[in-house]
């Protein structure tokens, strides 16, 4: 079975600073999908950023960027220019690749806050 | 865009009654729908897998008599906590495969909030 790991609970930046969030993840599965899920304060889950197992370049969205690395088993999300409007729990997530298995397993998250 | 809604957001149930809650994909077509609980400020947990037209898929652990899901249309799934007792009280969120593929992205929806008396 996945895991997926978030040592850090807490985190805390200042507004248009550069946070980094970390994440590590075991499995013996060679191809897989890896996400960052932010879920605000109205519980709502939203998709950040994606990184498929097979691709060497490090998924980028505007200020949100990953530093996958696959035999770390790493997969960190940096947050650039940090805004206030980022503040919430952020949750990374893991999915095999393929029909068979398409849950997502979470980590327990970093409640990200932001100081203006 | 694909929007997953929910409902209800709250619910506030005496022990020992059922409550059931509504998974809707809004404007497009869900085979596949995942039902999550989320303990106070813990991760997402998955409880079981909605199929269209079959049995749903539990994961170790969850009661299938106690989380009755019914995915019997393409836009709705249904979670149906039996009995309810005050341990049930928890967050519960469903999700959706946006498209056919198995790498299409999962929307969320809004989550219901459950409260057992």
């Known amino acids: 079975a996945q895991t997926v790991t978030q040592s850090q609970p807490e985190m805390s930046v200042q507004e248009a600073e550069t946070v980094t969030l970390s994440c590590t993840y075991d499995?013996?599965?060679?191809?897989?999908?890896l996400f960052w899920y932010k879920q605000p304060p109205s519980r709502q889950m939203i998709l950040v950023i994606r990184?498929?197992?097979?691709?060497?370049q490090n998924a980028t969205e505007n200020r949100f960027s990953v530093n996958f690395q696959k035999a770390a088993k790493s997969f960190s999300l940096k947050i650039s220019d940090s805004q206030l409007g980022d503040a919430a729990m952020y949750f990374c997530?893991?999915?095999?690749?393929?029909?068979?298995?398409?849950?997502?397993?979470f980590g327990t998250g970093t409640r990200l806050t932001i100081i203006p | 865009g694909a929007v997953v809604s929910q409902h209800p957001s709250r619910v506030i149930c005496k022990s020992g009654t059922s409550v059931k809650i509504e998974c809707r994909s809004l404007?497009?077509?869900?085979?596949?729908m995942f039902w999550y609980r989320q303990f106070p400020k813990q991760s997402l947990m998955l409880m079981a897998t909605?199929?269209?037209?079959?049995?749903?898929?539990?994961e170790q652990g969850v009661e299938k008599d106690k989380f009755l899901i019914n995915h019997a249309s393409l836009t709705l799934s249904t979670l149906t906590v039996t009995s309810a007792h005050p341990e049930d009280s928890s967050f519960y969120i469903c999700?959706?495969?946006?498209?056919?593929?198995?790498?299409?992205?999962?929307?969320f929806g809004n989550g219901t909030r459950l409260t057992v008396t």
């Open positions: 499995t013996s599965e060679s191809d897989y999908y």
């Open positions: 404007d497009f077509q869900a085979t596949t």
């Open positions: 909605s199929n269209e037209g079959s049995k749903a898929t539990y």
């Open positions: 990184q498929e197992a097979y691709k060497q």
């Open positions: 999700s959706a495969r946006v498209g056919a593929t198995y790498n299409s992205p999962l929307h």
């Open positions: 997530a893991y999915r095999s690749f393929g029909m068979a298995d398409e849950k997502l397993t």
